[in-house]
């Protein structure tokens, strides 16, 4: 994704230690702006043995980021760096690479590190990732993050007042025909009053624990955020299918906050946003409401909590707008827009799949402030959505999610180089 901070630093990855094996000795995914790089290196590794004394005897691996542009360098740096064994060059017809630029580093290593290699699906990668590396139970390190307590209690305090409000309104209904007799004909009343009372009496740790979940279930939807954002319904199995492709993410995200807020790179931007309050250039609910009517005089804003988004960005419509926010409170703004547009697409076509799982990986994520932005949104329409009969998701958001579909490309030639080792 556009603006990935690129920083020297490296994170070590606890591993099986068959799987660190594979003599290729490492996995790239080559992004438009960014390559992810998994690697055994020549620190902790010399022609296949471990040298590294870190505690413990399981395999070491690598994860460093890379700019895409600088394909030399990162072939100079794996050279220096990367334990690739003699026989990567011998033992495969082709190792893989994934990723939209991967195209451009099949000459260089063919003719300067004289291996073989060959393009992987990035579908085949994400699957690969998800079941061979995320779904793995030797790999406690990749176990899914816990849930932004923020986002948890924002989702918990707005579902409450959305429901106190709905109950309101519920009660001055007089006429037939309106949205809550439709409502009825569709629920289980007794179940929906269930939930309402569990709602109602709940905390927000036993609410985490019952929206995330430690275990991938199949089939699920992966939501992959990177310079935009796709969707892929994936399956047990290790098929796929595509549930939608949204174009707004990452490189949106980027793109308006160099033009509107003058941030240099996605870090800066994010820092931005940090500092900022989305609420002085968003409409709020609570902006909208009008005092002093009867319950039969309000409009719909009425039902709607005061902490949620009327209108995104609405308050720029206004004539005095630019003397009352700041560049920061337009960063933060914009990091909304972008995470409303993405959760809103995830809620549906989780719905529209039937899935129950829905699991989000890729660069713009491997930030907190975008997870807690995000969730914010996902978990209040998650916790409405058994009120209309729908059933309830589970979220999962996965460490290092830049990196799944080097994780995945890894996975593939380790399986590949095991079939070829056992015949």
């Not at 460093?64 to 220096?80: G, M, N, S, W, Y």
């Not at 269930?194 to 939501?223: F, G, H």
């Not at 914010?376 to 579909?405: A, T, V």
Request: charged share 25%.
């Amino acid at each position: 994704m556009a603006g990935v901070d690129l920083g020297t630093e490296e994170v070590l990855l606890r591993v099986p230690k068959d799987i660190a094996l594979v003599p290729l000795g490492f996995a790239i995914d080559s992004g438009g702006s960014v390559t992810k790089l998994l690697y055994r290196s020549k620190e902790d590794y010399e022609n296949g043995i471990r040298i590294a004394k870190v505690g413990h005897d399981d395999g070491i691996l690598r994860l460093r980021h890379l700019a895409t542009e600088d394909c030399d360098e990162i072939v100079k740096f794996l050279q220096d760096h990367c334990d690739m064994l003699e026989t990567a060059k011998t033992e495969s017809e082709g190792w893989f690479l994934t990723g939209l630029k991967a195209r451009l580093f099949r000459k260089k290593m063919e003719d300067t590190m004289k291996i073989k290699v060959k393009n992987l699906s990035e579908m085949v990668a994400i699957s690969s990732g998800l079941k061979g590396f995320y779904s793995a139970a030797l790999l406690p390190e990749l176990r899914p993050l816990s849930l932004s307590e923020e986002a948890v209690k924002h989702a918990l305090g707005s579902t409450r007042d959305f429901l106190r409000m709905m109950n309101s309104a519920a009660a001055a209904q007089t006429g037939g025909d309106g949205f809550f007799d439709e409502l009825r004909d569709r629920i289980d009343p007794v179940a929906v009053g269930q939930y309402v009372m569990k709602l109602m009496s709940t905390d927000a740790p036993t609410l985490t624990r019952e929206l995330s979940d430690d275990v991938i279930e199949w089939p699920c939807l992966n939501v992959i955020c990177g310079s935009a954002a796709g969707m892929i319904v994936m399956k047990d199995s290790g098929g796929f299918e595509i549930g939608s492709f949204l174009p707004i993410a990452g490189r949106t995200f980027v793109g308006f906050g160099r033009l509107l807020c003058g941030a240099k790179d996605f870090a800066e931007l994010v820092e931005m946003a940090a500092r900022g309050d989305s609420r002085k250039v968003d409409v709020m609910a609570s902006d909208m409401k009008v005092t002093g009517v009867t319950a039969e005089e309000a409009d719909w804003y009425s039902s709607l909590p005061d902490s949620l988004v009327a209108y995104s960005m609405g308050k720029l419509a206004e004539n005095a707008a630019s003397e009352s926010f700041s560049k920061d409170d337009l960063a933060a703004g914009l990091l909304n827009v972008i995470c409303c547009a993405i959760a809103k697409m995830a809620v549906a076509v989780a719905r529209q799949t039937k899935v129950k799982c829905v699991v989000f990986d890729g660069s713009l994520v491997n930030s907190a402030l975008v997870r807690c932005t995000l969730q914010k949104w996902l978990l209040f329409d998650s916790l409405i959505q058994p009120l209309i009969g729908e059933q309830s998701l589970k979220w999962i958001f996965l460490p290092y999610p830049g990196f799944i579909c080097a994780f995945g490309t890894w996975y593939q030639n380790w399986e590949m180089y095991k079939g070829q080792a056992e015949k």
